[in-house]
Structures are given as C-alpha cells and as structure tokens.
C-alpha cells in the first residue's frame, strides 16, 4: 500500500522490491486481491503494465491483468 499511496507503480518495481522481501509472485497476487489493487497497461505500443489504488486509475485508463 505504501509503494501505491502516491499513485501508480511499474509492476515490475512492485515485482523486484517483493522479491528483495522474499515475497513469491503468487503471494504478490494475492495481496493485490486483498488491497483491490488495479492492474492496467499503458495505452501506447509496448506499453508497460502498472499497478494502482483504484482512487488513482485516470478515466479510460483500461484495466486487465
């Protein structure tokens, strides 16, 4: 919740700073679960994939993963 508080957050920062923690990927998932956490891709070519509080997701901005 902390890395999210100030808007959105690369997943893979969220990734490499759980797995310095020793949290798995599958623990990861389930928090983001639990904390309603939205997973949403950039709108451009190769865009990367975020993770945001649902308060900081912009109109539009398209949900998935």
Known sequence: ???LANGRVPVKTIE??????GLSKDQLDRAKG?????AFKEKKKDGAWFWALPQHIAPGEKCGQ
Not at 34 to 38: D, F, P, Y
């Open 34 to 38: 639990k904390m309603g956490i939205v």
């Open 16 to 21: 490499e700073r759980a797995g310095a923690r």
């Open 1 to 3: 919740m902390d890395m």
